[in-house]
């Protein structure tokens, strides 16, 4: 008898925890992996001006995140490194899209230890190994590879792309030497302690890095979701943007 009702006892209980509401001030954030330290310095500051308000933060690709809003994870608040994921979860009504803002902008670069005199992308077919993010799900992975299209380089670079799961991998690949250079956000770039930036990819290869940001649908009772997506459009936010080398306009 026991084992025929463990099943349905487990689903019971997962069905209520899913259905119970958030912890008050709480706020669940999902973020693009390459803003990690932009959100890390913003909440730390909200949460002094606001100790009632705690966070829960998830980095990571933006393609990995928008697929765990699908599936149910707990989030307030999504900023993606594209546009495609927040259209993505908009033509699921699964974000607000009177909320959505841009939140703020980036270029690629590519950034490595090689040896070689690397200061173009036609320099590339001189490397062995190239870190990118997997372009199905990090951004600056399609980014780079619309570039390496628009280049005319893909035939030169083919069995040389080693795929990463999200930008700040990529920069650890090349931080440990496991390829030779990488595509990455020049904000990322910046935060290299080994890896030295090699050039900027030209920006007519590629669309144009946009960090959009939205409340989700679930966020619409949060008072502190909404309170802090409100502090991100603000004087503070912009000035610690600037501050890591994001893009204010």
């Given at each position: 008898?026991?084992?025929?009702?463990?099943?349905?006892?487990?689903m019971?209980?997962?069905?209520?925890?899913?259905?119970?509401?958030?912890?008050?001030?709480?706020?669940?954030?999902?973020?693009?992996?390459?803003?990690?330290?932009?959100?890390?310095?913003?909440?730390?500051?909200?949460?002094?001006?606001?100790?009632?308000?705690?966070?829960?933060?998830?980095?990571?690709?933006?393609?990995?995140?928008a697929?765990?809003?699908?599936?149910?994870?707990p989030?307030?608040?999504?900023?993606?490194?594209?546009?495609?994921?927040?259209?993505?979860?908009?033509?699921?009504?699964?974000?607000?899209?009177?909320?959505?803002?841009?939140?703020?902008?980036?270029?690629?670069?590519?950034?490595g230890?090689?040896?070689?005199?690397?200061?173009?992308?036609?320099?590339?077919?001189?490397?062995?190994?190239?870190?990118?993010?997997?372009?199905?799900s990090?951004?600056?992975?399609?980014?780079?590879?619309?570039?390496?299209?628009?280049?005319?380089?893909?035939?030169?670079?083919?069995?040389k792309?080693?795929?990463?799961?999200?930008?700040?991998?990529?920069?650890?690949?090349?931080?440990?030497?496991?390829?030779?250079?990488?595509?990455?956000?020049r904000t990322?770039?910046?935060?290299?302690?080994?890896?030295?930036?090699?050039?900027?990819?030209?920006?007519?290869?590629?669309?144009?890095?946009?960090?959009?940001?939205?409340?989700?649908?679930?966020?619409?009772?949060?008072?502190d979701?909404?309170?802090?997506?409100?502090?991100?459009?603000?004087?503070?936010?912009?000035?610690?943007?600037?501050?890591?080398?994001?893009?204010?306009?």
């Amino acid at each position: 008898m026991k084992k025929t009702l463990r099943y349905p006892v487990i689903m019971l209980l997962l069905m209520l925890l899913r259905s119970m509401p958030a912890i008050a001030g709480e706020v669940n954030l999902s973020v693009a992996a390459s803003l990690k330290e932009v959100i890390n310095e913003l909440t730390a500051k909200y949460e002094k001006s606001h100790p009632g308000t705690v966070f829960v933060k998830n980095f990571g690709a933006s393609g990995a995140l928008a697929g765990q809003i699908e599936n149910g994870a707990p989030s307030d608040l999504f900023i993606a490194a594209n546009n495609e994921w927040m259209d993505y979860l908009k033509n699921k009504s699964l974000v607000d899209k009177a909320s959505e803002r841009i939140f703020t902008r980036n270029v690629l670069v590519f950034t490595g230890t090689t040896g070689r005199n690397i200061s173009s992308m036609r320099d590339l077919k001189k490397l062995e190994k190239i870190g990118i993010g997997s372009p199905k799900s990090v951004p600056a992975g399609d980014y780079a590879t619309t570039a390496i299209k628009n280049a005319g380089m893909q035939q030169q670079l083919q069995g040389k792309l080693v795929m990463a799961k999200d930008v700040r991998e990529c920069l650890m690949y090349a931080e440990l030497i496991e390829v030779d250079g990488s595509f990455v956000y020049r904000t990322d770039a910046l935060q290299a302690k080994k890896a030295k930036l090699r050039f900027i990819v030209p920006q007519k290869l590629y669309p144009e890095v946009v960090y959009p940001m939205a409340l989700t649908a679930k966020a619409a009772a949060n008072s502190d979701a909404r309170g802090f997506f409100t502090y991100l459009q603000g004087r503070e936010a912009k000035s610690v943007l600037k501050k890591y080398g994001f893009i204010l306009k």
